[in-house]
């Protein structure tokens, strides 16, 4: 669920972030990119698996974030993303893992938005994770950064080409790129990594404009976490 705070919504047309859970129409044109404030809200269930070190777990999710975009000179823009992600878990049997574990990110981020076929990506994310049953150490800051190339040879192509760092239990360098392909004005296919997401735009009902998609994500998590009187980093993908 989205929403816009603060008064009337500013945006960017013609600007366009793949990377963002902003949704496209195709070649018909993508969605403005919003300017200011807004928010975003999910609930996340997964459904319980088999653990090798017994029993089963399952992840309940709250993630909320708040982003804050701008305009800067030389059509360059800038966002700020702080989040809060909470997190529930339950079991397995074989481990004593903490029932609740919370992520405190900022995310920043520089592009830019020229009218050339070429533009740009670069951010950093520090983050805070932990259960917070003990004293922050250097187990629970985190940092990660990203920079990638976008290229538009076409209306409906654009081809992204970078790098990531994930700051995990261990340091994680990873491709950050792939294809965004619109080849009409419903469909829209990112097929990128490490977050693909094939999505259609099924119209726009009662004032409300409204897609389906199916996403797949490769994703890393790391936690300062109190198991036993134990304190350590712990990853869970």
């Given amino acids: 669920m989205a929403r816009f705070l603060h008064g ?3 945006t960017l ?5 793949p990377f963002t859970r902003q949704f496209a129409y195709g070649s018909a044109g993508v969605q403005p990119y919003r300017l200011g404030w807004s928010s975003m809200d999910e ?3 997964m459904p319980k698996a088999t653990a090798t070190v017994g029993g089963q777990f399952q992840d309940v999710e709250w993630n909320s974030q708040v982003r804050y975009s701008r305009v800067l000179p030389d059509s360059l ?3 700020w993303s702080p989040a809060f ?3 529930w878990w339950t079991g397995p ?3 004593n893992l903490p029932p609740e574990n919370s992520q405190l990110v900022s995310d920043f981020q520089l592009a830019s938005a020229w009218s050339s076929p070429w533009n740009w990506q670069v951010g950093i994310t520090p983050q805070i994770n932990s259960d917070f049953e003990r004293a922050l150490n250097s187990n629970a800051f985190l940092m990660d ?3 990638v190339v976008l290229y538009r040879p076409a209306q409906e192509w654009t081809l992204a080409v970078g790098a990531a760092f994930w700051n995990r239990a261990s340091d994680h360098l990873i491709p950050y790129g792939g294809v965004i392909w619109s080849p009409g004005d419903r469909w829209e296919f990112r097929l ?3 977050k693909s997401r094939i999505s259609y735009y099924t119209g726009n009902y009662w004032g409300c404009e409204v897609w389906g998609y199916v996403s797949g994500e490769y994703h890393l998590d790391a936690y300062q976490v109190d198991i036993q009187g134990r304190v350590f980093r712990r990853a869970a993908s």
């Fill in 93 to 95: 049997t074989g481990l």
């Fill in 85 to 87: 992600n909470g997190k």
């Fill in 145 to 147: 950064a990203r920079a």
């Fill in 13 to 17: 047309p013609g600007y366009y972030d």
């Fill in 192 to 194: 990128l990594f490490p």
């Fill in 77 to 79: 823009v800038f966002s």
């Fill in 43 to 45: 609930i996340v269930v």
């Fill in 8 to 10: 009337e919504i500013q």
